[in-house]
Nanobody
């Protein structure tokens, strides 16, 4: 069974930092684009960031550009989301995702993790 498992969420004050991790249970994901989405209470799930299988290409939502950085370590089948200068509006459940290309992943990925809560207090 294919699994994406997120970790690293928690409670942080505004201006603080967190690093999310997403480990994949299958080596195949080493050739997949990976990314992050988030869903705040009462809102639709939204795209946050994506990275190509090689790590050479990345996409970010305008709301997180300059504050969040996505990276990956294919030797560990793990993708990371470094979140700096966090704001209360970043509070959401963050979901890891995977798909064959960065383009597909950025819109409607096939594989999802279970989510990890990030809460930013003001």
């Amino acid at each position: 069974q294919v699994q994406l498992v997120e970790s690293g969420g928690g409670l942080v004050q505004a201006g603080g930092s967190l690093r999310l991790s997403c480990a994949a249970s299958r080596h195949t994901f080493g050739s997949y684009a990976r990314g992050w989405f988030r869903q705040a209470p009462g809102k639709e799930r939204e795209f946050v960031a994506a990275i190509s299988w090689s790590g050479g290409s990345t996409n970010y939502a305008d709301s997180v550009k300059g504050r969040f950085t996505i990276s990956r370590d294919n030797t560990k089948n793990t993708v990371y989301l470094q979140m700096n200068s966090l704001k209360p509006e970043d509070t959401a459940v963050y979901y890891c995702a995977a798909d064959t290309t960065i383009g597909v992943l950025s819109t409607q990925p096939t594989y999802w993790g279970q989510g990890t809560q990030v809460t930013v207090s003001s």
